[in-house]
């Protein structure tokens, strides 16, 4: 079974520009969360959707924005890029939306963000 | 709001030596609690986590780590470490309730003499 797939895995924008980063969660997984990952830092929790809904959105700011489509695939919308807003974008699936002993989240290898 | 601590930003021990890498977390109640391991240009992959119950966790690649919550510690162990343990490892918390939203910590980067 294909394990999270994200696209592209490299990405290169100016700074004001839009971008939409996608991900394919694993089959059967209707939750989708995305991190940011800074160099140096660790992950920062920015959505997780549900069932098409917004289930958490973390600190931020509008420009970020976040959509999953009827086959739980999702794609995450940056508008007017900074410098900085370079970073490891990850996205995460699970099969369900809360906690379970027995669920852990799946990440994707990630989109590599760079702003200049 | 949760927050996780890893005091020790890189960490070399040789081949065949003991390894623990530390965190500490700042939660209000009992909380779930998970080890990753980063390979440069990866993803993250679960090496082991704790919702309840015993306190000391086996994961994968021969991995434990301890529960202690009157330290809040939650530290990440290896008898002999291999050199293909060179990673970045995170530790993180999650809200009850919440648990796909995980707070993580800094990081430790850990590099394998032979």
């Known amino acids: 079974d294909a394990g999270v797939t994200q696209s592209p895995t490299h990405l290169i924008k100016t700074r004001g520009q839009h971008v939409t980063l996608r991900c394919s969660p694993i089959?059967?997984?209707?939750?989708v969360s995305w991190y940011q990952q800074v160099l140096g830092q660790g992950p920062q929790f920015i959505f997780q959707y549900y069932e098409k809904e917004e289930r958490g959105r973390g600190n931020f700011p509008d420009r970020f924005s976040a959509r999953q489509f009827p086959n739980y695939s999702s794609e995450l919308n940056v508008n007017a890029l900074l410098l900085g807003d370079s970073a490891l974008y990850l996205c995460?699936?699970?099969?369900?939306?809360?906690?379970?002993?027995?669920?852990?989240?799946?990440f994707g290898s990630g989109t590599q963000l760079s702003v200049l | 709001a949760q927050s996780v601590t890893q005091p020790d930003i890189h960490i070399t021990v040789s081949e065949g030596a003991s390894l623990e890498l530390r965190c500490n977390y700042s939660?209000?109640?009992?909380?779930?609690l998970f080890w990753y391991v980063q390979s440069p240009g990866q993803g993250l992959q679960l090496l082991l986590k704790?919702?309840?119950?015993?306190?000391l966790v086996q994961g994968i690649k021969g991995f434990e780590a301890e529960f202690k919550r009157s330290q809040s510690s939650f530290n990440l162990r290896k008898p002999s470490v291999h050199w293909s343990d060179a990673a970045e490892y995170f530790c993180?918390?999650?809200?009850?309730?919440?648990?796909?939203?995980?707070?993580f910590g800094t990081g430790t980067r850990l590099q394998v003499t032979l």
């Open positions: 089959s059967g997984h209707k939750s």
């Open positions: 704790y919702f309840s119950g015993d306190t």
């Open positions: 993180a918390v999650g809200a009850t309730g919440t648990a796909s939203k995980l707070t």
């Open positions: 939660y209000g109640a009992t909380p779930y």
């Open positions: 995460a699936s699970s099969s369900l939306p809360g906690p379970s002993n027995h669920e852990k989240l799946f």
